[in-house]
């Protein structure tokens, strides 16, 4: 064997993966938060599922790329399990794409684009050099896009090199494979599914595949078909390997996937040779002729490659059409086999980021914007908790209660450290303007959440000390604090609610009003609270903790405005 055609081989298998890496990259960055806004206004449809990853896939032109999309969908909430795998079905039929495309523009003997590499490449590079993003991401897609055939065309050269046709000790394995019928397909499968692991690209290991059905080589149709069952199933590794460090729901869509393609494969072994059969049928019908050898007259190169092709297609369309009908089977087993941990404090650990998944800028901020939104509702978790802390007697509550404000303020100084993190390492990679405003004003309402943690603390302290000395508020106080806890609540709400809003669609006029209230709340109570001291109503100590309860209120609610304003836009500048 010529080792350094091997090499050779290894090299261009290595650049068709980058150039398909590349223009995958390019074209998300084109398509940009159009792309996030077709997989992410799916709904229960599960057909509209499928036809959105059909097509996210075949634009993408890499199903491990929508796949991994996915997970990170579901990972930050934006997919149900249930719509994630309407997608993968989807997916599935998109990246037999990939194999009609290599075989139209990358092995047709009419036209090869092997011809137009350079020309390609001569008009991508010099746009990676303009600082127009639009122009910049269409010069990474032609550069992909030359890269890819610039790989392929290596593949075809090296296989040509190799000379695997006259080798004997690969013509031996080839003729052994075959005299063991079923089991060397099943053999064939394992190996499409290790070749797919290792490449990490069932776009990559289909254009290894169609190579080796080249004249060089001259692998049989069926000998193929069953490489690419395999590569079926070893195409769903990408996504489980993404979801190892992801949450549960991300662990969920990526075995689903698995699920999915195993069991399409095990159907499809069952009926393999009826199933080759009918595709060399259709062919048969075709210019380009039957796969199978008929007489002493031999298959073409172009008649295995597009059956390949056509078996790819087909199978995956079947497949999608037979097990669309069992989602549900699919979810509750997935559900079965990944349960979700019964932890009270679950809810307050960080659920969409942090896993490691790979993801674009665009997908990351809606992962932060997931955990601050998590986070909003820890810090009014501690709102009600030092409300009710206000209006306890019994000192076993009041501990119990002072203990569980310490906790929560705790996480939010450790959610609200991994969050800023997190922002920061987006940041850092190239983002759009709006991109980058969204990411400012995660980081200004994430720091404006953390200050009101220590605020709740601060306030759960003064209550324990006033445990502690036995100063007791009078029913007068406590109505007034009680009223002003339910008004900072509303507060509470309408900043939830705009938090949880797309960025651009958030209105501040409520929050205005609200705040307003509050201001005028807090001068009234001031006003009262003078004249009472004024009056002797109540003792010093009891007055001092009064007064810094309701001004502590006041700057929550200095803090829930600031936080609408930052996710608005308008705390910007």
């Not at 590569?231 to 460090?245: F, K, S, Y």
């Not at 006029?509 to 009472?532: F, G, P, V």
Request: charge should be neutral; include cysteine; hydrophobic fraction near 45%.
């Amino acid at each position: 064997m010529d080792y350094s055609q091997l090499f050779t081989l290894i090299g261009a298998l290595g650049l068709f993966i980058y150039g398909m890496m590349v223009m995958s990259d390019g074209i998300q960055k084109l398509a940009g938060t159009r792309m996030r806004s077709i997989l992410g206004s799916i709904t229960s449809n599960r057909f509209k599922g499928i036809f959105t990853g059909f097509f996210t896939t075949t634009l993408i032109q890499s199903s491990s790329a929508t796949t991994v999309m996915i997970v990170s969908f579901v990972n930050a909430g934006l997919l149900t399990l249930r719509q994630a795998i309407g997608v993968i079905m989807g997916a599935n039929i998109g990246t037999t794409m990939t194999a009609w495309l290599l075989v139209i523009f990358g092995f047709s003997a009419k036209f090869s684009l092997g011809s137009y590499i350079y020309p390609i490449l001569a008009v991508g590079v010099p746009l990676l050099f303009v600082n127009r993003g639009n122009l910049k991401n269409l010069g990474e897609f032609l550069v992909g896009f030359g890269l890819l055939f610039l790989g392929l065309e290596g593949m075809k050269s090296a296989v040509v090199g190799l000379d695997l046709g006259s080798n004997p000790h690969f013509l031996e394995m080839i003729l052994f494979l075959k005299n063991q019928e079923f089991i060397g397909i099943i053999l064939l499968v394992l190996v499409g599914t290790l070749l797919t692991i290792i490449v990490q690209s069932s776009s990559a290991a289909m254009a290894l595949t169609l190579t080796l059905c080249g004249g060089a080589v001259g692998l049989p149709f069926e000998m193929a078909a069953a490489i690419v069952l395999g590569e079926n199933i070893g195409t769903t590794i990408t996504a489980n390997l993404a979801a190892l460090v992801g949450n549960v729901h991300a662990k969920r869509a990526a075995r689903a996937h698995f699920i999915f393609n195993v069991f399409g494969v095990v159907w499809m072994l069952l009926l393999f040779y009826p199933f080759t059969s009918f595709i060399g049928f259709l062919m048969s019908k075709t210019q380009w002729g039957s796969p199978f050898t008929i007489g002493d007259v031999l298959p073409g190169e172009a008649a295995v490659q597009y059956s390949l092709s056509a078996f790819h297609t087909v199978f995956n369309i079947i497949n999608t059409l037979v097990l669309v009908w069992f989602v549900k089977f699919i979810e509750s087993l997935v559900v079965r086999f990944t349960p979700s941990k019964n932890d009270e404090d679950e809810v307050f650990k960080l659920e969409y980021i942090g896993s490691g998944i790979v993801s674009t800028p665009e997908i990351s901020v809606l992962e932060a914007k997931k955990e601050i939104v998590k986070f909003g509702l820890l810090t009014k978790k501690m709102h009600s908790k030092v409300k009710k802390l206000v209006n306890v007697t019994d000192k076993k509550e009041q501990k119990k209660l002072h203990q569980k404000i310490e906790y929560y303020e705790g996480i939010t100084d450790n959610i609200h450290q991994e969050i800023i993190n997190f922002l920061a390492k987006v940041g850092n990679k190239e983002v759009t303007e709006n991109t980058s405003e969204q990411i400012r004003g995660l980081l200004g309402a994430c720091n404006e959440l953390e200050s009101l943690g220590d605020i709740y603390f601060n306030m759960a302290k003064q209550l324990d000390k006033k445990a502690k000395d036995k100063v007791w508020f009078d029913q007068k106080q406590r109505d007034n604090l009680n009223g002003y806890f339910d008004q900072i609540g509303e507060a509470y709400d309408e900043m939830l609610s705009n938090l949880d809003k797309t960025h651009g669609s958030v209105n501040l006029n409520e929050a205005q009003k609200l705040e307003e209230a509050i201001d005028e709340t807090r001068n009234r109570l001031r006003k009262k609270h003078l004249m009472s001291i004024e009056k002797q109503e109540y003792n010093y100590k009891s007055g001092l903790i009064y007064n810094n309860l309701f001004s502590g209120l006041e700057k929550v609610g200095d803090y829930l405005i600031s936080i609408s304003e930052y996710v608005s836009g308008e705390n910007l500048n």
